[in-house]
């Protein structure tokens, strides 16, 4: 419509979580004063992502800059940058620091596990990259411990990620269904461009590592041959797979389909770790009506044992998911 052009009412990611919240009486503001944060750290990641390209160019990386500091590399500046705005929310006083890659933070009410910057192997050659995130809520009567990271995926309150990419798409599920918000970055806000968005119920893309195909299980052998020799005499699908998960996992809402990571015999578990890429992927699939699944069961009733468990994971469209689950279930 033309009168979109020059839209004057901007619903923001804080005027749209604050709308949400007002639904909930007993809420105190915590989980918006939480995003905001998290919101702060994506438009300071998806700006020196833009300038990633910039500063190599003109040889900032890698050398001294001028207060004497080692210029950082992309991803530990994101984790830092992730964990000072949390830390600095008021509503996170610990961390757990396992590994660079991951954090947990939690506070008095909340449990927020994430990955700054997932597939940073992709930042050289300007692909697209992410920050993905899941908050589960914890008990007030208790300080916080490793149990309450250590939960299935359903007990997630939201989850989202943000897409550094053509343009920065923050993607986000409070548990009824998934709204995207398009950095403007003119204004430095997070506008509501991607309403409920709802994955298509059957897909024509499916988009899996096939470099891998050697040691796939059988029922992943199986699917992908399917999808490239339909035997019900439908066309063909097509590959996607760009090898940066937020992307691919995208893709796969916006278009339909399928996106797999799954297990083979070299990994049995597959790479994509369950608390922070596996569950918050899920848990976005299921809210805008796809699913997510891992060769056994659905995906969100894992049970995390250690904090950086793996997981294999088939996620999209409902109908094709519904087609992985059965050839599991044939196989026995
Ligand atoms: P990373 O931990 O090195 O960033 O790996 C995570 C990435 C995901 O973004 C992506 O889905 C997957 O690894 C791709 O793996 P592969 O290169 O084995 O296909």
Redesign the pocket.
């Known amino acids: 419509h033309a009168a979109d052009a020059h839209r004057t009412d901007l619903m923001t990611i804080t005027r749209f979580v604050l709308n949400e919240q007002s639904k909930y009486p007993e809420s105190r503001g915590d989980f918006t004063i939480l995003l905001n944060h998290i919101v702060l750290g994506c438009k300071f990641v998806c700006s020196s992502v833009n300038k990633a390209g910039l500063a190599k160019l003109i040889g900032l990386a890698g050398e001294i800059n001028i207060q004497g500091e080692e210029q950082k590399k992309l991803d530990v500046l994101s984790n830092e940058v992730f964990i000072k705005a949390l830390v600095s929310s008021g509503r996170t006083c610990t961390l757990s620091r396992k590994k660079m890659?991951m954090q947990l933070l939690w506070s008095p009410q909340s449990v927020e596990v994430f990955?700054p910057?997932?597939?940073?192997?992709?930042i050289d050659c300007g692909v697209s990259?992410g920050t993905i995130f899941g908050i589960y809520m914890v008990k007030d009567d208790h300080e916080p411990t490793l149990a309450d990271v250590l939960q299935p995926g359903k007990q997630m309150v939201a989850a989202g990620y943000c897409m550094y990419g053509s343009s920065c798409t923050l993607v986000l599920s409070t548990g009824k269904g998934v709204n995207g918000f398009t950095l403007d970055p003119s204004l430095g806000e997070f506008i509501l461009t991607h309403p409920d968005i709802r994955i298509p119920k059957k897909g024509k893309i499916y988009s899996v590592?096939e470099?891998?195909a050697k040691n796939f299980d059988g029922p992943t052998a199986k699917y992908v041959e399917n999808c490239k020799f339909p035997k019900d005499g439908s066309p063909s699908k097509s590959l996607r797979?760009i090898?940066?998960?937020?992307a691919?996992v995208h893709r796969t809402l916006l278009y339909g389909g399928t996106f797999m990571?799954p297990a083979d015999k070299k990994s049995p578990s597959g790479?994509?770790?369950v608390l922070y890429?596996v569950f918050p992927m899920s848990f976005l699939m299921e809210n805008a009506g796809g699913q997510a699944f891992t060769g056994k069961q659905r995906a969100l009733d894992l049970v995390p044992t250690k904090i950086h468990d793996r997981s294999p994971i088939f996620l999209g469209s409902y109908d094709d998911i519904e087609e992985i689950k059965a050839l599991y279930a044939a196989e026995g």
């Open positions: 890659k990955d910057l997932d597939g940073s192997s992709n990259i590592n470099g891998n797979y090898g940066s998960m937020v691919d990571y790479k994509l770790r890429e």
